[in-house]
């Protein structure tokens, strides 16, 4: 969930419902030093939300909500605040309006989960946007080349440009980026574990596997929106 304001005492508000998908609303004096609202508007809060919205407006109106995990500790680690403002940004621009889409808010659930409880950001982050492309249908296959078919077996991968694809050695061309044969493994393995689970190993995975591993799937991921990503572009202006 996001929330941005509106006129000197609203809030707009984009959230993620688990039955009914993304949807804005309007939450009435949120910006109030006195509002009912309270806390549970901060970004990435898990909250119950109550709301009625008319045939004719797109936005609907928030009446309550009611904070059930907050995860503002992790915004206090500079690396975790911008890791949840990330995954916030990918659902927002991924994940259409109005669709519901329970596996996605899982996945948004248990990734926020994971940085509150390490502050640890490089996992969680690469494997909520793993599971944002495969969820979307973007993901390219990750065990053989996209233009001639073979299997990448023991070698990288190389990214093509303009593509969310993965090519062979033979096939790459000049300039493409590469994808190690240790963050192609994780990948796999990502694809098979639960995040969980994977945090307890965590060790094993070397900080420049899922530095290439994220790098290749935020790049998938904004060739498919058609725009940068802000968070990213502030994170790597500022590293």
Request: aromatic share 8%; net charge positive; proline share 5%.
């Amino acid at each position: 969930m996001q929330s941005y304001p509106l006129g000197e005492a609203d809030r707009l508000v984009s959230f993620l419902s688990r039955g009914y998908g993304r949807m804005r609303g309007v939450a009435k004096g949120a910006r109030r030093p006195k509002s009912r609202f309270g806390a549970t508007l901060e970004r990435c809060s898990w909250i119950r939300i109550w709301y009625f919205e008319r045939e004719t407006r797109d936005l609907v109106r928030i009446t309550q909500s009611e904070l059930l995990e907050s995860y503002l500790d992790a915004f206090g680690d500079y690396d975790s605040g911008n890791a949840l403002t990330l995954l916030a940004e990918i659902s927002e621009a991924v994940l259409p309006e109005r669709d519901p889409v329970d596996a996605s808010f899982r996945l948004l659930l248990v990734a926020a989960r994971a940085i509150q409880k390490t502050r640890s950001p490089a996992l969680p982050v690469a494997y909520f946007s793993l599971w944002a492309m495969r969820l979307a249908g973007w993901l390219p296959a990750l065990d053989r080349c996209a233009r001639c078919g073979q299997e990448l077996g023991d070698g990288p991968g190389y990214g093509a440009s303009g593509r969310t694809a993965l090519w062979c050695q033979k096939c790459r061309l000049p300039g493409r980026s590469v994808v190690s044969k240790g963050a192609l493994d994780a990948a796999r393995l990502m694809l098979t574990e639960r995040l969980e689970n994977m945090v307890e190993r965590m060790p094993a995975l070397a900080p420049n596997v899922l530095h290439d591993l994220t790098a290749f799937l935020l790049n998938g991921i904004e060739h498919q929106i058609e725009r940068k990503l802000a968070t990213r572009e502030f994170m790597e202006t500022t590293a």
